[in-house]
C-alpha cells in the first residue's frame, strides 16, 4: 500500500496540524497556491513533492512549477492541478484514475465513473467559514481509497 498525502491552498502558511498529518506519506501532492517555495522545501523533509503552480503562485521562485503534473502511484496515475475549471482532457480517455485539484478551498470527493476527483480543501488561511483540510489516498495495487481530514486548529 502506498500512502499519499494531499494539501492545497496554503498561501504560504504551512501548520503543524497538516505536517503532522502528512507524516508517514509515500508522496505528497500540493495542489497550487502554495505561496512561498519554503513551503515545498518543509514538504520536501517529510516525502518527496509533486506540486502545481496555482494562480496566486507568483515570482520567481514560482516559475519553474508546472501548471499540470502526473504522478505515478502503483499501477494508479494522478492528474494533478489547481483550478478543476481548466481541466482541458477527458481524464478516463488519457487513462487517469484520480484528478487532483485545490482553488475553491472547499473540500470535495466525487466519483464520476471510472474517475476520483479529490480536492483536499485549504489548508492554509481560513477563508470564509471553510473548514481547515488535507486528505489522502491509500493506493494498493489499481485499487483507491481517499480521505477528506478536517484539520483541528489550535491557532
Known amino acids: 500500500m502506498q500512502r499519499i498525502g494531499i494539501i492545497s491552498d496554503t498561501h504560504g502558511l ?79 480517455a488519457a487513462g487517469y484514475q484520480v484528478v487532483v485539484s485545490g482553488h475553491s478551498h472547499k473540500p470535495s470527493m466525487e466519483r464520476r465513473g471510472d474517475v476520483l476527483y479529490l480536492n483536499p480543501g485549504s489548508a492554509g488561511p481560513r477563508r470564509f467559514k471553510l473548514p481547515i483540510a488535507v486528505a489522502e489516498l491509500k493506493i494498493t495495487g489499481g485499487a483507491v481509497e481517499a480521505r477528506l481530514v478536517e484539520l483541528a486548529i489550535s491557532r
Open 14 to 92: 504551512l501548520r503543524a496540524e497538516a505536517v503532522a498529518f502528512l507524516r508517514g506519506s509515500d508522496y505528497i501532492v500540493h495542489a497550487g497556491d502554495i505561496g512561498d517555495a519554503a513551503v515545498l522545501s518543509e514538504l520536501s523533509a517529510v516525502a518527496p513533492v509533486t506540486a502545481v503552480r496555482g494562480n496566486n503562485d507568483n515570482g520567481q521562485w514560482a516559475q519553474t512549477i508546472a501548471e499540470t503534473e502526473i504522478l505515478k502511484a502503483g499501477a494508479v496515475s494522478i492528474y494533478v492541478l489547481h483550478d478543476l475549471a481548466q481541466l482541458d482532457l477527458d481524464p478516463a
